[in-house]
């Protein structure tokens, strides 16, 4: 089964390349073409989460070759891009779908591996460094999981501009849309994009360091039911993984790093998830077997 994932790797970033975007023509306005090309490549995500499900439930080591398919996809859209496109440039929105397909697999598989409390599995996707080949300097360089996530121009501005539209997310509404059913519960997609901006706070070394941005956060509150069942040191001790700490002790010291150098830094104007230290309450973690 593993053998079927890692061939197909090389041949569906191949394929990508018949989506590209055409924007010498003027018919449709950007962001309508970007949201065309996202529904041409959503049988992509449907095909990937029904892979997932059927991989995983026969070796842990399959997880292996997700993580060099995500290295492989990010590779692809760091080639594509124009290094002198800013981003509301046409130069940089038209490969904005590729953008948005990188982040709905990733969140996607996270949430999967989350909600099936795989947090071994899921640890191999978020703490091992993605190695792409930058043109640039001409050698290798490691990202993070979150450079799997770079947002939208053409929707998130262009798109809630042109139209007026009273939402501050466009991609939250997009990947909302279309990732209906994917989960047991209907939001556990801002679940699960909370948790990794979390993650990323644990695992950030200083304040400049990049963070996931969790698009579907988009709400007054986040209900993140995982974060109250590590109340449980049971639960609390499978779930450590992820945050890269030891125990409690350990835990409490990463958060009064994250609040003193200032990591978990998102605006909370508009987005419902709350601070680190109030989210992850040490008092409580744990109080139970």
């Known amino acids: 089964m593993g053998g079927r994932v890692c061939v197909g790797i090389p041949t569906f970033i191949e394929n990508l390349k018949e989506y590209q975007i055409d924007i010498s023509s003027p018919e449709k306005e950007i962001d309508e073409k970007v949201l065309e090309r996202i529904d041409d490549l959503w049988y992509c995500q449907e095909d990937f989460t029904d892979l997932v499900r059927v991989v995983l439930k026969y070796s842990r080591e399959n997880i292996i070759l997700f993580h060099r398919f995500f290295e492989n996809l990010l590779q692809f859209v760091i080639e594509i891009e124009d290094p002198n496109a800013t981003s509301e ?136 039911k995982v974060l109250k069942k590590i109340k449980s040191k049971t639960h609390f001790n499978r779930f450590k993984i992820l945050l890269g700490v030891n125990d409690i002790e350990d835990l409490s010291s990463k958060i009064e790093f994250i609040v003193s150098n200032k990591i978990d830094r998102i605006q909370r104007f508009h987005y419902g998830i709350e601070h680190v230290g109030v989210a992850f309450k040490v008092d409580n973690i744990g109080s139970m077997p």
């Not at 996607?108 to 190695?131: A, D, R």
């Open 89 to 224: 440039t046409l130069g940089h929105m038209r490969n904005e779908h590729y953008h948005f397909l990188m982040y709905a697999l990733f969140i996607s598989i996270s949430g999967i591996l989350l909600e099936s409390e795989k947090y071994n599995e899921l640890s191999e996707l978020l703490l091992n460094p993605y190695t792409v080949y930058n043109e640039h300097i001409r050698d290798y360089i490691n990202l993070g999981f979150p450079n799997l996530n770079n947002g939208s121009t053409s929707l998130n501005k262009y798109r809630i501009q042109r139209l007026q539209k009273s939402n501050i997310n466009e991609v939250s509404r997009v990947i909302r849309d279309r990732t209906q059913g994917l989960f047991k519960e209907k939001d556990y997609i801002s679940e699960v994009d909370a948790i990794l901006y979390y993650i990323s706070c644990f695992n950030s070394k200083d304040n400049n360091t990049r963070l996931w941005f969790p698009h579907t956060c988009d709400k007054s509150y986040i209900d993140i």
